[in-house]
């Protein structure tokens, strides 16, 4: 899970500051991650733009994207414990391409605009790790519920989401347990929902995400990192457990990569199995949407 645990052994594996990112983003790690497609093969133009968005509790500013022309499924992304930053932005440009219109959200707008790490931040630094998990542990299933109604009217609202289909949400790290809490709170709306190496999905504390499931429709992908899996091996089962017991298709596989595989801007960033997971939740969209 997205905890002290493996993002010290991903702290161990690089440094994670923004001046590291400015290196990446001109690798082949972010260029893995530069363009999707259409079932058709198509790369479809699109349009982008940083937006805020009023919620109860104040202004969060986010990035949207979409295509250039015509209606598509709206999808809210929730990214890690890093935040909004361009690694995302980019990752929502490519979801956007391959016919989504994606709006990717800063979580901490509570606390501050995005970007969340300075150019001095490091992540081997135990003071920056602190002030990230305390924001983090900041967040409540309250807040999280107040977001996801504002997002997805945000989403509603706007002239290139088709509100006659349903929306997605994907989560990364801290995102996973937030996916379910979004779907949980607006589930006439939540139609797919992921989880990239997202942890802490089924605890034995009241607020676990895994007790809202009876409130949810939506159809779920869980890709789990294998460092999280070993630590607590049995949430994927009381997960498997929870979905079937109330009739919802829940896709549910450990992949042989560590916490944080996912975004390319990752110190454990895995091309061959970040570009499975990616795949995957392609066909979770378009089956469920």
């Not at 594996?13 to 893995?32: P, V």
């Not at 999280?228 to 049995?234: E, F, K, V």
């Not at 110190?267 to 995957?280: F, H, K, L, T």
């Amino acid at each position: 899970m997205c905890d002290e645990h493996t993002e010290a052994d991903n702290a161990r594996r690089g440094d994670l500051s923004r001046r590291g990112f400015t290196a990446l983003a001109g690798s082949a790690a972010l260029a893995a991650c530069a363009s999707g497609q259409t079932p058709d093969g198509k790369t479809l133009a699109v349009a982008e733009r940083e937006v805020t968005i009023t919620t109860a509790d104040g202004v969060c500013d986010a990035h949207f994207v979409h295509p250039a022309q015509g209606k598509h499924p709206g999808v809210i992304v929730w990214p890690d414990i890093r935040g909004l930053r361009p690694a995302f932005r980019q990752m929502g440009k490519r979801l956007a391409e391959s016919g989504y219109s994606v709006l990717t959200v800063n979580q901490f707008y509570r606390t501050q605009p995005a970007p969340i790490l300075k150019p001095e931040d490091s992540w081997t630094d135990p003071a920056v790790r602190a002030r990230l998990f305390g924001m983090m542990n900041g967040l409540n299933g309250a807040m999280i519920e107040t977001d996801a109604k504002a997002f997805v009217a945000y989403l509603d609202g706007q002239a290139s989401v088709d509100t006659s289909k349903k929306l997605g949400t994907t989560g990364y790290c801290m995102g996973g347990p937030i996916i379910m809490r979004t779907a949980a709170a607006v589930p006439e709306r939540i139609g797919a929902a992921a989880s990239f190496h997202g942890g802490g999905l089924a605890t034995d504390a009241p607020t676990s995400p895994h007790l809202l499931i009876p409130q949810m429709k939506a159809r779920f992908l869980f890709a789990v990192a294998q460092n999280d899996d070993a630590r607590t091996p049995q949430e994927k089962e009381t997960l498997r457990a929870t979905f079937a017991a109330n009739g919802l298709d829940a896709e549910i596989e450990v992949y042989p990569a560590d916490h944080g595989w996912c975004p390319p801007d990752s110190p454990v960033y895995d091309e061959a199995q970040a570009e499975r997971a990616w795949a995957r939740l392609l066909v979770l969209l378009r089956t469920s949407l």
